[in-house]
C-alpha cells in the first residue's frame, strides 16, 4: 500500500509560479517511480511528468516541457511539480500517482499507475 497526499495547489495569475507537493507513505519510496496527471471535468486524466525511482530520469508531456520539473527528495519522501510561466490551459485538478512496476518507468498512461493521491486544485486565471 502506498498513501499519496498532495499539496500546493491554489489561484494564481497566467506566468505565474507554483510548486505542487506529494508527500508519500507506507511501501519503501525510493523504490518506485512517480508520475503527476492533471484533469479537468469532462476530460480524461491527462499526463503531465514522470520520475525515476531514484530521480535521474523525467519525462514530460509536450504541453509543459521547458515550463514543469517534476523532482523528488527520497530522504523525505516527497515529490514535486515545479510549474512556472502558468497558463490558464494549465487550470486542473493535478494528481500524484506511484508505479510499482520494477520494469522501467516511462509511462504515461494513467491506467499504469497503483495509487493515486487526493488531487489538488491549481487554477490559472488570465
Known amino acids: 500500500q502506498v498513501q499519496l497526499v498532495e499539496s500546493g495547489g491554489g489561484l494564481v495569475q497566467a506566468g505565474d509560479s507554483l510548486r505542487l507537493s506529494c508527500a508519500a507513505s507506507?511501501?519503501?519510496?525510493?523504490?518506485?517511480?512517480l508520475g503527476w496527471f492533471r484533469q479537468t471535468p469532462g476530460k480524461e486524466r491527462e499526463f503531465v511528468a514522470a520520475i525515476s525511482w531514484n530521480g535521474v530520469g523525467t519525462y514530460y508531456a509536450d504541453s509543459v516541457k521547458g515550463r514543469f520539473t517534476i523532482s523528488r527528495d527520497n530522504a523525505k519522501n516527497t515529490v514535486y511539480l515545479q510549474m512556472n510561466s502558468l497558463k490558464p490551459e494549465d487550470t486542473a485538478v493535478y494528481y500524484c500517482a506511484a508505479d510499482l512496476n520494477p520494469a522501467g518507468w516511462r509511462r504515461p498512461q494513467s491506467n499504469e499507475y497503483d495509487y493515486w493521491g487526493q488531487g489538488t486544485q491549481v487554477t490559472v486565471s488570465s
Open positions: 507506507g511501501r519503501t519510496f525510493s523504490r518506485y517511480a
